[in-house]
């Protein structure tokens, strides 16, 4: 996929690097069908949601093989917090080198604040920051086993998958 102005082996979600976003309001259910092409496998996790940890909602122990499908529904709370949040997976022994490949998407809640009108009328920039090093063939160089304990720091940045945007930001509004 290309991917801040280059070829590059990533993963993605709906094959985008960050993936898509997903909106919703306090009260809704999220439906969210993982269908997984990797070749290993994954399953999601959703970052900062107050949902159900079993079944078919936020469990940590669904593990997608691949090739197969799996459908996610997260009951929304009415009185569940707006915010930003973020969807990631969460297949054990996987996670780091996935998230490193790409595999992350943007959630928001729009919660009461939400329906204030100078809230509505605000503008919104939404930043997914992304890091990974890319070999010259463009695919992922793993980091290290330190790396991987203690983090890294990539050598391509990227926010909402570009390098080096510019962000409009009104003066005195």
Same mark, same amino acid.
């Given at each position: 996929m290309p991917f801040a102005g280059r070829q590059a082996y990533l993963y993605g979600y709906n094959n985008q690097v960050p993936g898509p976003l997903?909106?919703?309001?306090?009260?809704?259910?999220?439906?969210?069908? *993982?269908?997984?092409? *990797?070749?290993? +496998?994954?399953? *999601?996790?959703?970052?900062?949601?107050?949902?159900?940890?079993?079944g078919i909602a936020d469990n940590s122990?669904?593990?997608v093989a691949p090739g197969d499908q799996f459908q996610y529904e997260l009951p929304l709370a009415r009185n569940h917090?707006?915010?930003?949040?973020?969807?990631?997976?969460?297949?054990?022994?996987?996670?780091?080198?996935?998230?490193?490949?790409?595999? +992350? +998407?943007p959630v928001i809640?729009?919660?009461? *604040?939400?329906?204030?009108?100078?809230i509505q009328a605000a503008a919104e920039a939404l930043l997914v920051l992304q890091d990974v090093t890319l070999g010259t063939d463009g695919v992922p160089?793993?980091?290290?086993?330190?790396?991987?304990? +203690?983090?890294?720091?990539?050598?391509?940045?990227t926010a909402s998958g570009k390098v080096n945007p510019t962000i409009p930001i009104q003066k005195n509004g």
């Open positions: 997903i909106e919703a309001r306090s009260g809704d259910t999220i439906r969210i069908r *993982l269908t997984n092409s *990797l070749p290993e +496998a994954s399953s *999601l996790h959703f970052h900062g949601l107050h949902v159900p940890p079993t122990f669904v593990m917090r707006g915010g930003t949040f973020w969807i990631h997976p969460h297949m054990h022994g996987t996670v780091a080198r996935q998230v490193w490949r790409g595999l +992350a +998407a809640i729009r919660g009461e *604040l939400d329906a204030i009108p100078e160089i793993e980091p290290s086993f330190m790396g991987r304990m +203690a983090g890294r720091e990539g050598s391509l940045i």
